[in-house]
């Protein structure tokens, strides 16, 4: 029998996130998912594969619109929505490209279950299985827990340590006995969206597009310098790469030369910091505002340290109920221009992925690289910071409304990231508006391109 529940707080995030898209942008609340199937039968997949959806709800949620309020309808037993194929694989990049083109696939928010997948045989031997998962069920932590269990099964565990379901979240963040937490948070956003200070960005009404520039900074030594900054700091390595880029966000918006103002950057929360809670397999993910002072005058290492001890007090109010924001801000005018409150919440963002357990090289002597994206996201906040850790290299993404922040202020943050990274571990102590200084010695190559 299907069971109907309301959303969990991280699903209702991951909602009104989504909703906030234009229709043909749908297909960027996709998230990718290869698994080498090599040296398998098809029947130890196909076992592993029914474990797994018996094992989690979302795998067997659709979610639907109850008089205009969303809510998720988990089913007892559903068919997977994996298609087959048997062809020869052409070569290695064959199983990136069928999951790149299966996550251009856009995935409707109601009606069916959020996931399709196409499992590649040749001759009857499974080879790989791609797989592209709408946001709505499942964030980037939990499809590694799902991987990590399909594993587990496949080596002949019979059981894995479980989290919560998303009814069962859904049921504890709305028990009375929450109500403490959820009133802190409401404070802390109302603190945040009444601050007079915070230099707030232009943002766009719903569905409307606008032109985005983005470009990426691949290093192999960002990282590996990041954590040996983290260690001698005592933050981490996320939040020396986040107070750079809020500098940055600083200085080519509301501070002028000396990069001084008041910014809030929103930082992306798992809201896994209880060991039950890191093997849900489900959506958890929000963003929660940090506000700080940037000080150009400040150490690189008084910068870094302020903002990780910021970040660390928003963390405890990550996980709330973003329509109750909603109200709070409509209620003190911080979403009257027009309809995209979503975005005017979180006008500016960040991420930090580590998506492998790849050692981070300090010493690397491969030089760095910066591309641009031909297409950007042409809607959303305009400013966001997208950062991924995978094989030993850093690839930091800046995607900027060029009203805001045109092109050569950009490719200005990406440097000054990467330049403060290295202050940060061979001086710590000069200035933040030294970074800044055109005389000044730039970023090695391998952090920077010279070109």
């Excluded at 069971?3 to 043909?24: K, V």
Aim: neutral net charge; hydrophobic residues 40%.
């Amino acid at each position: 029998m299907t069971a109907s529940a309301p959303l969990s707080f991280g699903q209702l995030y991951s909602w009104r996130e989504i909703e906030s898209y234009p229709r043909e942008w749908l297909r960027e609340a996709n998230l990718p998912a290869t698994w080498d199937l090599r040296g398998l039968s098809m029947a130890q997949v196909d076992a592993a594969l029914r474990r797994l959806v018996d094992w989690h709800e979302p795998l067997r949620t659709s979610y639907h619109l109850h008089d205009g309020v969303p809510v998720q309808e988990v089913h007892p037993e559903v068919e997977l929505p994996i298609g087959r194929v048997d062809r020869v694989i052409t070569d290695y990049g064959d199983p990136d490209r069928t999951t790149a083109a299966l996550l251009d696939v856009p995935i409707p928010m109601t009606g069916g279950l959020c996931w399709q997948g196409l499992l590649v045989s040749t001759d009857g031997a499974p080879m790989f299985l791609s797989m592209s998962f709408s946001h709505l069920i499942l964030d980037v932590w939990s499809i590694h827990e799902l991987e990590s269990q399909f594993r587990a099964v496949l080596d002949g565990a019979t059981a894995v340590r479980l989290g919560p379901s998303g009814r069962e979240l859904s049921r504890r963040q709305r028990d009375p006995s929450g109500a403490t937490r959820l009133a802190g948070a409401e404070r802390y956003w109302r603190a945040v969206l009444t601050d007079p200070a915070v230099h707030r960005l232009p943002t766009l009404p719903v569905g409307v597009q606008r032109n985005r520039i983005q470009a990426t900074l691949h290093s192999h030594r960002l990282g590996g310098l990041a954590a040996h900054a983290a260690k001698q700091l005592g933050v981490t390595a996320p939040a020396v790469v986040m107070a750079l880029a809020a500098a940055g966000l600083a200085r080519h918006t509301a501070a002028g030369p000396t990069g001084s103002a008041r910014v809030a950057v929103s930082l992306m929360s798992s809201n896994r910091f209880t060991p039950e809670y890191q093997h849900v397999v489900g959506t958890m993910n929000q963003l929660i505002p940090v506000v700080s002072t940037v000080d150009g005058a400040a150490t690189v290492g008084e910068h870094i340290t302020k903002l990780h001890w910021a970040a660390a007090k928003a963390y405890r109010y990550s996980c709330y109920d973003i329509d109750r924001v909603r109200e709070i801000a409509a209620e003190v005018g911080a979403t009257a221009a027009h309809d995209g409150w979503f975005n005017q919440l979180h006008p500016c963002w960040f991420n930090y992925l580590q998506l492998d357990g790849s050692p981070h090289n300090a010493n690397d002597r491969t030089p760095a690289e910066l591309a641009w994206t031909p297409l950007a996201r042409q809607y959303g906040q305009p400013f966001d910071v997208r950062v991924t850790a995978r094989g030993g290299r850093t690839s930091v993404a800046l995607r900027v409304d060029p009203e805001v922040i045109p092109a050569e202020a950009l490719t200005a943050i990406l440097r000054d990231i990467a330049l403060g990274v290295q202050r940060a571990v061979s001086e710590p102590t000069s200035s933040l508006k030294d970074l800044w200084n055109a005389g000044g010695a730039g970023p090695h190559r391998t952090l920077f391109p010279k070109d």
